[in-house]
């Protein structure tokens, strides 16, 4: 257990619908980054929080937003799905973010099907 | 770019040895290693930073040779446990703050 947890573990749902993911970080951590995995795919890096405010952008589409909140949970908004969306929703987070001693910790994932 | 991981998958009989290698076409400040089975999350393995040391983690240890930018994973003695994909994943530099994975290499140790 990573001490990284993630809600909903799974997540079925209709085309053109919204859904959001939670994440909540290890105790202590400050960054909380948010990966995509398709089938058979690598993990594609998706956006970055450092202590509430955004850090780095990946490959992220302009239907996707995600926010950290004061509490440092952080939030993944998925608009507009599309069936290309379903994919395993990865959050992981580590201590502070941008070290390269930094290391981070994933959480189980939200496996999102879109139908 | 991402880091380039070879071989893509490779196939163990319990006892014997294999290496995954990781290369860059960017300096990398470090390189980290999860292994990740089917359905789960990847799990931290390993973290190298430039300067080319090794580490080992039970049998399975790591060098990184920043001249070639290239990292290996080596695993001696597989055990079954030890299926499952392996990403490497880089730090590239001051400034970039995302951690960049290679596609990943495919263990499978059979009996």
């Known amino acids: 257990d990573s001490g990284v947890t993630q809600t909903p573990k799974h997540l079925i749902t209709a085309t053109g619908q919204r859904v959001t993911l939670r994440c909540s970080p290890r105790?202590?951590?400050?960054?909380v980054y948010w990966y995509q995995q398709s089938l058979d795919q690598g993990l594609q890096f998706l956006i970055q929080?450092?202590?509430?405010?955004?850090?780095a952008k990946g490959n992220i589409l302009e239907r996707f937003s995600a926010q950290q909140f004061p509490d440092l949970h952080s939030e993944l908004n998925l608009s507009s799905l599309e069936l290309g969306d379903s994919a395993l929703y990865f959050c992981?987070?580590?201590?502070?973010?941008?070290?390269?001693?930094?290391?981070?910790?994933f959480g189980p994932g939200t496996r999102l099907t879109v139908l | 770019q991402q880091p380039v991981q070879s071989p893509q998958a490779v196939i163990l009989r319990e006892g014997e040895d294999a290496v995954i290698n990781c290369s860059s076409s960017k300096a990398l400040y470090s390189v980290h290693w999860y292994r990740q089975k089917h359905g789960e999350a990847p799990v931290f393995l390993m973290i190298l930073l430039k300067g080319g040391e090794q580490k080992g983690h039970d049998k399975i240890s790591a060098s990184f040779n920043e001249k070639k930018q290239q990292s290996s994973l080596y695993l001696t003695a597989s055990q079954l446990s030890y299926s499952g994909t392996y990403f490497c994943g880089g730090y590239s530099g001051a400034g970039s703050y995302q951690l960049t994975f290679g596609k990943g290499t495919k263990l499978s140790v059979i009996p």
């Open positions: 105790s202590g951590d400050l960054s």
């Open positions: 992981a987070s580590s201590v502070v973010g941008g070290s390269s001693t930094d290391t981070q910790y």
């Open positions: 929080y450092y202590n509430g405010e955004e850090r």
